[in-house]
């Protein structure tokens, strides 16, 4: 895990100002913070910011060589046939005519220097580069390349003249000697020097003289996960910027990966777009492009850049759309209409790591379905209305039309109902459904569907009625009550100006807050935090079952809202943070808000390294970054007393319920799973990795009331345990 690169409460004295940087974000999360409750009636909040090449209006839709990079061989992919291939399948399949216009080469398209010092392409592979280029033109598309900020060693050691200037490289490399970027290619520039800024333009001016459209410039920091190196490559982004504007040619200029959102203002000023996350493609993990936790990351990590993309403010980089080609995908045809679906909700540039050659009928359908671009493209990127395992994003398109999206993350199918109110409006008097192109009709006051394992729906609903704005209650960090190593900080970034960290790593380590509502209920809570990377919440309402809050995000410096629903009771109620296992986020604050009767979920989320464990197991339970809680529970089995028992699985009713299981294994290993002391069942399980988490779902009889789930294997291994959801049996 990554650890906050500032610590803002040391800015509260008036000689360590909080910097420029961090107060221009501050201010555009506070009235986003504040606006949000009245959203739905003022429309997105948005700050100042401009991208300076004004060419960014929509996200970009088109294709990218990287992920088949990473289950192909590279030779395979990067050369001139296969491009010009995927630019003619891009054309005839009739994505072109849907938008998709971009064909991007990452990694390995690039040679030997020029006498300027000036990356060229790769001569083997693509031996009539400037022809392909005009080709895929022809085509009525654009090209692009990649670069990584730095110079080149080999530039640096000839000394290479800089073009049209009487420097040379080694007046405008940062001394002492620094890597260039966080891969550690190459020398830093310092862009201080006379000449930097030249070499730069001298580059950028070869590849629009080439035709060139587009740029990722990888590896930016800080961010990257690589801050240790103490990088700091804006200066970079800031020239190439400058340069493209230069230029005179309208160039895409992408900024990857998964950057610090403490410096966001540079980021939205001088690019397009900007990753919010690593990689999408398993790289190894799996022998797919990728596999459903890694798409099941970007919606916790979206969150916390939700109020920061826009037709003025550059687009949230989500990485490819690994749809349409089938197996190939790794995630399933719900799981491919579900990842699209976040991917326009949030405005997403939608660019296919697949093969274009290949595309399944499926994939097709999804890709040209016109309504489902139109969000896209809409220019108003979605906000989470509700969080946790069925979330609920809506785009308010200012016109009295709002987009809604509704997610089911289990997967078993699960009912998922939205209340209207909670998105401004009391009514819909029409709502259409933009994958199935069908007209539903009017909703009044909410809307429930049952949607399968992983799956969504895409609406677009026409609103009446104005909801007013319910009643909140506001408790800040300072208002909870410390145990463990719990600590209160100052922060300036935080409404409350107090975060609470040191919430978990020990079930002695938590806060509670102490909460009263006038009668017993389901209310809304919003949790304020803010974390870099992935981190988890165990919240733990009136000693009831915990709940299970997954998160991520670019800063841990900056808050942002997710709100959960809570079953409460009349009069005092207590609210329990933590995480005994693993890492939470820090917390700025929580918001009670409604009137008791909002939707509470069917379904109860049960983390292994939570539950009684024994033998082997009870020394494992500890740190899993993919997995739900942030934890697992390894070394299961091989001895009877090796074993994870949920002790107190509570239904409410005697019968049969489904029960998935969040595994991991590389290979074939098998649960043994007794329910209340029963004869066990033994489910069989394959994988391909102990890093990411997979599932499974099985049926069990429960009777009312308590339950033991117990999970082992007598005589050999079993997979690692994540975590189980027992929820009543649902029909899709």
Partial sequence: MRTATLDLGKYKSADQPVPNHLLRLRNCRFVALWVFLLWGLVGAPQCGFAQVNDIGQRPYLGW???????????????????????????????LEAHGFRYINLDAGWSGNSDQYGRTLWNTTAFPYFLDMIQHIHANGQKVGIYL????????????LPIFGTQYHAQDIVAQPLTVGNGFGYGYKIDFTKPGAQEYI???????ASWGIDFIKLDSVTPGSYNDNLKINNIPDVQAYSKAIALSGRPIWLTLSWALDEDYLSDWQQNANARRIEGDVECEGDCPNLTEWQRVLLRFYDLIGWQSASGPTLGWNDLDSLEVGNGATDGITNTEQQTTMTLWAMANAPLYLGGDLTNLTTYGKQLLTNDEVLAVDQSGHPARQVTGGFTPVWVSNLGNGSYYVAIFNLNAFPTNVTVDWKDLGFLNAVGTRDLWSHAELGPFFQSFSSVLPGHGARLFKVKAVGQAPVPPAQIYGAETATLYGGAQLSSCSTCVSGYKLTYLGIGAANYAIFNVSVPKAGVYRMEVDSMTTGTRSFIINVNDGPDITLNLSGGSSNLPFPTTIPVRLNAGM??????NPTSYPPDMDRIIISGDGNEPYPAFTVYEAENATLSGAAATSAGFCGNCSGLAAVGNLGGKTQSTVAFDNVVVPSTGTYQMEIDYMTQGQRSFFISVNGNTAQEVALNGYSFGTPTSTVIQVPLHAGS??????????????????????????
Avoid: C, K
């Fill in 148 to 159: 990584l900020p730095g110079i080149g060693t080999s530039v640096y050691s000839q000394n």
């Fill in 64 to 94: 990218s060589t990287y992920s088949e990079q990473t289950i192909m061989p590279s030779s395979s992919v990067m050369n001139e046939q296969n491009i010009l291939a995927q630019s003619d399948a891009m054309r005839w399949s009739g």
């Fill in 201 to 207: 333009n001298s580059i950028i001016n070869l590849y």
């Fill in 573 to 578: 109620n207590s609210i329990q943070f933590g």
């Fill in 707 to 732: 339950n033991q789930i117990e999970f082992s294997n007598p005589s050999n291994y079993a997979p690692n345990l994540d975590s189980i959801i027992i929820s009543p049996l649902t029909n899709f």
